[in-house]
């Protein structure tokens, strides 16, 4: 019986995938577009026999299978990503300063360090974690050389790696009395998040 070959670039798209939460944002990521990384992965669904997506409310998790794949599929783009690279002579080095906020660098900051490390053994990273409004004013000063912000600045270029849902969270056992003051816990200024809290209640 023949052995069939995975597809690469459907590994990679579906890696994508799975890293940014979002088919629109891994086909932005990969310049493809959103309906081209729906068929790449229904052609890699055809391919492998299984499911590896399944819809909960608006959302789609992996399924058993689509995690099993997931590790191997990181680790075949990455031996394929260090073949490539050692047969390159990679002529970035030097330090690469770059800043993100907390919750950025638990989540989409690791797999973007992994590539960039295979991509420019040569390049040192240095990480300055903080809050976005002190990182965007450590660009400006030269201090970071970029950063993954909340934030946006018309004055420097920038793409979007995802999009997040900002919810109202509150006690399952909370009753709210319209007539009473609403309590509320909110980070400290500045916040882009406060911000939009508070623009919203007062437009509410």
Known sequence: MPTSTLDLELLRTFVAVVDYHSFALAGAQLARTQSSVTQHMQRL??????????????QKHLTES????????????????????????SSLSGILRIGSPHDIADTILPPLLSHIARSAPRLRLEI??????????????????MVISTREDPTLEGFALRTS????????????????????????????????????????
């Open 128 to 145: 300055d974690v903080g809050r976005s409004p002190f990182l965007m004013d450590d660009l400006h000063r030269g201090k970071v050389d």
């Open 45 to 58: 669904e055809q391919q492998v026999g299984v499911s590896l997506f399944q819809k909960q409310g608006r």
């Open 66 to 89: 689509g995690r099993q794949l997931l590790r191997h599929a990181r680790q075949m783009l990455s031996l394929n990503d260090d073949a490539l690279n050692s047969l390159r002579d």
């Open 165 to 204: 849902p900002v919810w109202w969270i509150c006690s399952a056992h909370y009753i709210h009395v319209p007539s009473e003051p609403l309590p509320l816990i909110l980070v400290d200024e500045p916040s882009i998040y406060r911000r939009y809290a508070l623009q919203a209640l007062e437009a509410a």
